[in-house]
Nanobody, 116 residues
Framework: QVQLVESGGGLVQAGGSLRLSCAAS??????MGWFRQAPGKEREFVAA????????DYADSVKGRFIISRDNAKNTMYLQMNNLKPEDTGVYFC???????????WGQGTQVTVSS
């Protein structure tokens, strides 16, 4: 069982930056990822990182602006978000999964609001 808790959301102006954190407890070296959900829209993939941190993937919409990382010694995953745009607004969720499985553990989400 894995428990995930996100933090670091907030209100920021367009062009600004935020860093989200996802603290994990339980078995923590699972592959992890970030997702977001804007009002009235479906949840979408943002970024993913393997258990070792070697393999990383991003949605095209955030490539070059967001950086995903993890510190396994601290059981924490991060999402550095730079050059934020109003369309980045939404609730950001962290998630984890075992090898070969779909995402099966989810945090409660943290709100990110980018004003124009």
């Amino acid at each position: 069982q894995v428990q995930l808790v996100e933090s670091g959301g907030g209100l920021v102006q367009a062009g600004g930056s935020l860093r989200l954190s996802c603290a994990a407890s339980g078995r923590t070296k699972y592959a992890m990822g970030w997702f977001r959900q804007a009002p009235g829209k479906e949840r979408e993939f943002v970024a993913a990182i393997s258990g070792s941190g070697v393999s990383i993937d991003y949605a095209d919409s955030v490539k070059g602006r967001f950086i995903i990382s993890r510190d396994n010694a601290k059981n924490t995953m991060y999402l550095q978000m730079n050059n934020l745009k109003p369309e980045d607004t939404g609730v950001y969720f962290c998630a984890a999964h075992r090898v070969g499985a779909l995402y099966e553990y989810w945090g409660q989400g943290t709100q990110v609001t980018v004003s124009s």
